[in-house]
């Protein structure tokens, strides 16, 4: 199997470039490829996009640091899945509780905007990731191009799949992926999704995931 994170990986040369220009403009930035967060046996796993350039790239823990991960913890908090409403730092003391969150990509993209050929070479990652994941039920994708990637890593059809918000997809092997818009500062903004949307797709996600340990 192959390692399901690597702090030293620079297989995607633009990235690489694009890390090393930021620590040269930020040298107290942590700008390396971000490990997942949370506990190893959680039966809910939650997938994002990319660190933001202010947020897990300053910080080294994944949606830490800048606005989408405010409405994130705050929610993880509130359904008991996270110890503290807000993650400020990765030595902050926050703990995940049955969660675990891991990113499509592991390292900051230009704009936000990873290219498809490194969603594709950083899905080794996430692929192995999920293999070792033996309790994890439930994916709860943020965002389509995380929903790709889920779906990628359990070699399914993207096709037979469409990202919907809420939308419930049955993975296999009593597994089920669960959709979300993401929780960024546009679509929260823009009320594209609001609290109570984001609220009940965490609620559903940690009621699934309650029922398939039972």
Known sequence: MNAIFDVDCRRCPRLARFLDAVKAEEPSYYCRPVP??????AR?????????MHGANRTGRPFTGDHAGILLY???????????????????GLELLDARITNSVKCLPPANKPLPTEIKECNTYLRAEIQASADARVFL????IAHAAVLRAHGLRLAAFPFAHAAEHDLGNGRVMLDSYHCSRYNTQTRRLT?????????????LAEQAGT
Do not use: H, N
Request: no cysteine; glycine share 12%.
């Open 36 to 41: 997942p967060f949370g506990d190893r046996k």
């Open 44 to 52: 809910l796993v939650l997938v994002g996009l990319a660190p933001g």
């Open 74 to 92: 705050q929610t993880l908090y509130k359904f008991g899945l996270a110890s503290a409403p807000v993650s400020t730092s990765a030595d902050d």
């Open 141 to 144: 994708a943020l965002g389509a």
């Open 195 to 207: 609290t109570e949307m984001f609220e009940a797709v965490i609620e559903k996600a940690r009621g």
